[in-house]
């Protein structure tokens, strides 16, 4: 072999260890350049995922009353108003006890206002029988005073005697009588009297069970899950159907939790919808970070003292609320996947102490059915008050 070959030879290997070493230095200085535009150009105040769901509230119809479901009003994707009847439950019985409290109602006012006439007739009473004894003490009076001349006997001095010991017994027992009339009205008017009361809130639970014999809807929104179906026997409890409010919804964005740092509520946030795409941006503000990571609330949280340990980075769900605006010009559904951006900046130490717990409130409807049912008790008090 000649000495070119050699040198050749040798050199070959060399030559091809520097290409590659030049092409490694090449990739890692490209690497750099890259990291440091990529840091110079992108917003570190921005918080980013797609692990975000609509969320929205889920009201459960149920009943108030046991009975037979005998008309159903609403099927799932129907939309209601607060207070549309949805359910009609048999009212057979509740319309009977109805009946039968109107009646007891009735006569307990007639009862009590027999209870102020006795009254009245004991004092009545108590009057005759004081003239009673005044008049016995006065012929007892009497005929002692002529005793000694011998115009009357012994014997009518000792009857005296006995009618004014009985007029006494009896003016004792009448009072008596009137203290124990007393103990059953005093303190109290006939609509205020415990046994006027007593069968008043009979008359009221029995008209609310007529009233609650048509179910209606606690909220407006749509009708989901139906479960009902006519001829079913219902309880208190059951679950018949949902109706789902369709605003206001917000957005439950699970963030890894090493990208919680700075998000704090009332900082803005932009969202897009997988329905909608990227053309359509939905703005909003933090409500909150949540009170726990997703798998500490799961039905099966992680047992993380068993030895089996393995560390997971942790997502923490961020409430984020939709503006109204956008929510009505492009509707939204429960459940519908999201991407959100969160914009971080300093945090206001005030949100916290100014944000006031948000309460769902369907109370009115209830409230119109225990206002009816007081109406109709005071109709019936009124109505026996005025009966000659």
């Known amino acids: 072999m000649t000495d070119t070959n050699t040198s050749q030879a040798t050199s070959s290997p060399l030559a091809v260890r520097r290409q590659r070493l030049t092409v490694v230095a090449g990739i890692v200085v490209l690497g750099a350049i890259a990291w440091g535009a990529w840091s110079l150009l992108s917003n570190d105040a921005q918080r980013y995922t797609d692990d975000a769901y609509i969320g929205g509230q889920v009201v459960q119809v149920t009943p108030q009353v046991t009975g037979t479901v005998t008309r159903v009003f609403a099927d799932d994707s129907d939309r209601v108003i607060a207070g549309t009847p949805l359910v009609e439950i048999d009212s057979t019985d509740a319309a009977i006890e109805l009946s039968t409290a109107e009646a007891q109602l009735a006569q307990a006012v007639r009862t009590v206002r027999g209870l102020y006439a006795s009254d009245t007739r004991y004092d009545a009473e108590m009057a005759v029988r004081q003239a009673d004894l005044d008049r016995a003490h006065a012929d007892l009076d009497a005929r002692k005073a002529i005793a000694g001349t011998g115009a009357v006997t012994g014997e009518e001095v000792r009857h005296a005697a006995d009618t004014l010991h009985a007029a006494e017994a009896a003016l004792k027992s009448a009072q008596a009588m009137r203290a124990q009339a007393l103990t059953q009205i005093a303190g109290a008017t006939v609509a205020t009297h415990p046994t006027v ?16 014999s048509i179910i209606v809807a606690p909220v407006s929104g749509m009708i989901a899950q139906r479960a009902v179906q006519l001829g079913r026997r219902v309880s208190p409890g059951d679950r018949l159907m949902a109706v789902v409010p369709l605003a206001p919804l917000w957005v439950d964005a699970n963030f890894k939790e090493v990208q919680l740092k700075g998000v704090c509520p009332r900082q803005p946030a932009t969202i897009t919808a997988d329905i909608y795409g990227k053309s359509v941006v939905y703005h909003g503000q933090v409500e909150d970070v949540e009170a726990g990571t997703g798998s500490s609330f799961a039905l099966l949280p992680a047992q993380n003292a068993t030895g089996n340990w393995i560390k997971v980075v942790q997502r923490v769900p ?16 429960i459940g519908m996947s999201a991407e959100v951006r969160i914009t971080t900046g300093q945090c206001d130490p005030k949100a916290d102490a100014e944000r006031k717990p948000q309460v769902d409130d369907a109370a009115s409807i209830y409230d119109a059915q225990a206002a009816d049912a007081d109406a109709r008790v005071k109709e019936i008090i009124v109505a026996n008050l005025g009966v000659q």
């Open 197 to 212: 009361q007593a069968a008043a809130q009979r008359l009221r639970a029995a008209e609310l069970a007529m009233r609650r």
């Open 318 to 333: 961020v409430r984020i609320s939709i503006d109204s605006t956008d929510l009505a010009r492009n509707p939204l559904r």
